[in-house]
């Protein structure tokens, strides 16, 4: 990327000077220039990001072609900072997304079932994340998946709402975290959150049925869609004839959850 390139040639030079300088007996010391030399060069390129957005041709993506699976189970594993989930994946592609170098991926074809697994580092990092800050990625429409996300202190837009989605695992820490339903078809959600915000969006034709542990974590949920039945369960009126269904299962501790 060339806002990379623009950095370590900065540090270069820089230091190639403080060198020199040390060399001709200007200054004494060349180390003791280090950590604010540091503390400069990341805050000039905290700077450089805020008004130098990459042009679409900058950005650097990855794919991971569908094949021959008729389902895919997709697992990312995210550290800190921003990424943004949703579908739109060219045709038979499984996965596209945000190249950055503090990115790895993997995948494998599991019979007819395609398991990836994509580990998304801090998004903040100079030269690490992707550019602009954002790890982006956008799942298939075409084949029914289960999907895995495990984050740690980050913030997450998920929208699933035209994925097929059977099965969703979202597992995170102190994060914020937005999250839309699929609309059509059958579909599973399991949370698991530590001091989190969660706020799950259920399409408007989509019955539901969630369960929450009342523990220390704010439920909201939107009792006019949903009515409550008992001590952390909801569902929808007409939840077991309903042919589009979403089923949510919520474990959080500190922290607030709103379904609507």
Known sequence: ??????????????????????????????????WPLALILVGGWIILNVYWQ??????ETFSIPLGAAKSARIKFAHGAGQIEIGGGAPIGTALVGSAAAGMNKESRLD????????EAGPSFVPFVGPSGGIWRFQLTQEVPLTLSVESGASSLNIDLKDVQATRIELKTGASNSNLVMPARGVSLLDVE??????????????????RAEE???????????????????????????AVDRAEIN???????????
């Open 250 to 260: 919520i474990e959080a501790g500190l922290g607030s959850v709103s379904v609507k």
């Open 193 to 210: 959150a530590g001091a989190a915000a969660v706020n799950i969006r259920i399409p408007e034709a989509t019955a539901a049925r969630i």
């Open 1 to 34: 990327m060339k806002r990379d390139n623009i950095f370590w040639g900065t540090v270069l030079i820089i230091v190639g000077i403080l060198f020199f300088l040390q060399t001709e007996g200007i200054i004494a010391n060349v180390f003791r220039y280090f």
């Open 54 to 59: 990459p042009a679409a041709s900058e950005v």
């Open 111 to 118: 019979g007819d079932r395609l398991e990836v697994k994509v």
């Open 215 to 241: 523990g220390v974590a704010a439920i909201n949920v939107d009792t006019n869609r949903f009515p409550r039945l008992d001590s952390g369960f909801y569902q929808s009126p007409d939840f077991d004839s």
